[in-house]
């Protein structure tokens, strides 16, 4: 099959959606776009299969390019024939292509190469001719590949080196490699015994086996990791029987011949010594290529819930970044994001200066007309929390508090964009901003930090960071051109996820912004350095211009689709004044009344394109996060200690992994909802029924204050979505 028909056959799409969609990546246009933008030519594939897509056809392409390196190297040694040419072809992995090469490529300094330097090829083939007899004997023959001289010494010399010829070539066959790989795969186990005498984390696994094809994914993960950090000894086992029968059954034609033990203890050597550890290494490799990449599903869509978290519009955050010998540093951010206050209190050891911390609190409260006080969970949070709880029940004047993950704010606050952006402040204060920040906006502040940093996710370091990095940062810019950003607010970093912007284009945007003041239309952009038409057709519809006297600049409508919507409001009599006064909640049922099929062939527009414009029309300036639960305020404080067994629960999801999820009950200390407590019904992943930043209600099962453990249940409970 072609490599289009590969990709549909996979991903269940039609060849002509496929063709489709890869000639619009190969002209360059970003995933966001293409979803957003070009449903009409790819039949509405959204950015998950997209990027699916994408990364398959990548993957493809390399095999096909590896296909080619392998038949240039073989016929540049005068050996491709037609034979290897079809088994290149029929190839489906790199792996089994590299097989194939194996027999070709030039060997390192093997004991079999040394043996055929000493001569003993032809000995070899005469061993594997497996006759019924030998006249002279095999042995007697072997006697004449005596020389001195090529170090071959006596017969039993002669023979062990054509007995590792026969090894090798078995080794190189690519048939027996890739059967032998999966009856491993299929009959064998993964076994780990402990390393040293000595607890630790990875204690379930100091005597742990399991059938290879039943291995979940985090355990392939833990378990790699602790046989890194010396506490694990792992390998691959498999019944000698299943494997070397089937080497037997390839290689022994006669067994009745004379040559028979030879060829035996050929195949017992190849396979022990060539081939067992070889596809030990590559089974655990792909099954860590397997393991990383569910990893880093369920990071992304841990990721994506969080950047989407709902907004806290139109309030001013007081953020609280807690401490102890350094105090509690103050940041006071008003309703547009703007710092307007500073500032630093010792409410806690070793200074205790509470009173003090008060005055300080309840001036900026006061004087700021702070709404939340958002307080970060790291070192100190606890006191903080019971300090501030205090304050706003003594103040009793509608401030609330929240504990918020904190994860990030340092490597925010010590980076060169925080010191770019508030360079007179020290790296504390920095991230108390961050904190108050990304309670406003969680989106617009999070993308400031590596993705890595900000807490979700399981194993990180562990994985392939290119391709974390790469599936992370696509994530990111979904994420971002989902919601879709203010073209005058906007920090570079934000700018730099949006389709068709990088860094140095997003540099020039704030720059000319800077210069020449805000910005007054989207096509305004286009006088920016390094944004050309191409650029501005990929991120245009992404920008959002609110002050602007085109309505549909503040709206994800494309500016290629102007024309469109406008027509589209004539045909009803309406205008752009309806739109700016909310006066279109009804334009999609008169659309539907019309005739919906009649409308596009009017507008000369297919559907999904109508759709969307109508959309946009009925609510310009939406944000999608509105629809998305708030964050929980409180205004009281409850201890680990508070818990007992049966007590129901309202928290928030903070990290989903592959045994359960993470939940905030404001105990400072998230409690795990295990996989099998998280439903009546059987599921296979955690993510089928949460996601991060889902309000749902738990049963507390059991707490271990000396682990600091607490144990829930979802199945007397519901998720508040």
Do not use: W
Request: with cysteine; proline share 4%.
């Amino acid at each position: 099959m072609t490599i289009i028909e590969i990709i549909a056959n996979e991903l269940k799409l039609t060849a002509d959606q496929v063709e489709k969609t890869v000639a619009l990546i190969d002209e360059g246009n970003t995933i966001p776009f293409i979803a957003r933008y070009r449903k009409e030519v790819t039949g509405s594939l959204d950015d998950t299969v997209l990027r699916t897509l994408e990364e398959r056809l990548n993957y493809l392409r390399n095999i096909e390019k590896r296909r080619q390196e392998v038949k240039d190297l073989i016929d540049a040694q005068g050996k491709l024939t037609d034979e290897l040419i079809a088994a290149i072809d029929a190839a489906v992995t790199i792996t089994e292509v590299d097989d194939i090469y194996r027999p070709y490529r030039p060997h390192r300094k093997t004991r079999a190469s040394v043996a055929r330097e000493r001569g003993l090829e032809p000995l070899a083939q005469l061993i594997l001719a497996q006759k019924d007899v030998y006249t002279p004997s095999i042995e007697e023959q072997a006697a004449a590949y005596i020389n001195e001289e090529l170090s071959v010494t006596g017969v039993e010399e002669a023979l062990a080196g054509a007995r590792d010829i026969i090894a090798e070539d078995i080794s190189d066959n690519a048939e027996y490699r890739k059967a032998l790989r999966r009856q491993t795969f299929e009959h064998g186990y993964l076994v780990s015994k402990a390393a040293k005498e000595e607890d630790s984390v990875y204690s379930i696994y100091y005597n742990y086996t399991e059938p290879l094809k039943k291995v979940l994914p985090h355990r392939i993960l833990a378990i790699n990791r602790g046989e890194k950090e010396e506490f694990l000894k792992v390998n691959i086992t498999v019944s000698g029987d299943i494997v070397l029968n089937y080497l037997y059954n390839c290689v022994l034609t006669n067994h009745k011949s004379p040559a028979t033990p030879h060829i035996t203890a050929a195949v017992v050597d190849s396979y022990d010594r060539l081939i067992s550890p070889s596809i030990e290494r590559e089974i655990r490799s792909d099954m860590f290529d397997q393991a990383c990449e569910g990893a880093i599903k369920v990071f992304a869509d841990n990721l994506s819930h969080l950047l989407l978290q709902s907004p806290l519009k139109g309030k001013t955050v007081l953020g609280f970044d807690p401490g102890y010998v350094n105090g509690c540093k103050l940041a006071v951010v008003d309703k547009t994001g703007k710092v307007v206050d500073t500032g630093v209190v010792y409410p806690t050891k070793p200074k205790c200066r509470t009173e003090e911390a008060k005055r300080i609190l309840q001036r900026m409260i006061t004087r700021h007309g702070v709404d939340v006080i958002a307080i970060g969970n790291g070192t100190a949070s606890k006191e903080s929390e019971l300090f501030i709880a205090e304050l706003l029940s003594e103040m009793n004047c509608g401030c609330k508090y929240i504990v918020i993950s904190e994860a990030g704010a340092s490597i925010y606050s010590a980076s060169k964009l925080a010191a770019e952006e508030f360079p007179d402040y020290d790296v504390m204060q920095r991230s108390a901003v961050s904190i108050a920040r990304r309670l406003q906006d969680p989106l617009a502040e999070l993308v400031k930090i590596d993705p890595k940093g900000i807490g979700v996710g399981q194993y990180q370091h562990d994985m392939k960071q290119a391709r974390l990095d790469e599936a992370l940062t696509g994530v990111v810019e979904d994420c971002v051109n989902a919601v879709g950003i203010d073209l005058n607010t906007a920090s570079y970093s934000l700018l730099s996820y949006v389709s068709g912007i990088n860094t140095t284009a997003a540099k020039n945007i704030v720059k000319y912004r800077e210069e020449n003041g805000e910005f007054t239309s989207r096509a305004q952009v286009l006088k920016v350095p390094r944004i050309g038409a191409k650029a501005y057709e990929q991120c245009a519809g992404f920008l959002r211009v609110p002050g602007s006297d085109e309505i549909l600049d503040n709206t994800a409508v494309h500016p290629e689709s102007y024309e469109t919507a406008r027509a589209l409001l004539a045909l009803f009599e309406l205008t752009e004044d309806d739109v700016r006064s909310g006066h279109l909640s009804g334009l999609a049922a008169k659309v539907k009344n019309y005739g919906t099929a009649k409308v596009c062939e009017q507008l000369g527009v297919g559907e999904p394109t109508l759709l969307d414009i109508i959309a946009e029309l009925e609510k310009p300036g939406r944000d999608l996060r509105d629809t998305l639960p708030p964050p929980e305020l409180r205004t009281d404080v409850m201890e680990m200690e508070d818990l007992k067994p049966d007590m129901i629960l309202r928290g928030t999801v903070r990290n989903v992994i592959d045994f359960g999820a993470f939940v905030d009950i404001g105990v400072h200390q998230d409690g795990l909802v295990h996989i099998s407590e998280l439903s009546d019904r059987f599921i296979k992943h955690p993510a089928e029924v949460v996601s991060v930043g889902d309000v749902v209600q738990v049963r507390v099962l059991s707490v271990d204050l000396k682990k600091k453990r607490i144990s829930l249940s979802m199945k007397m409970g519901k998720k508040e979505k």
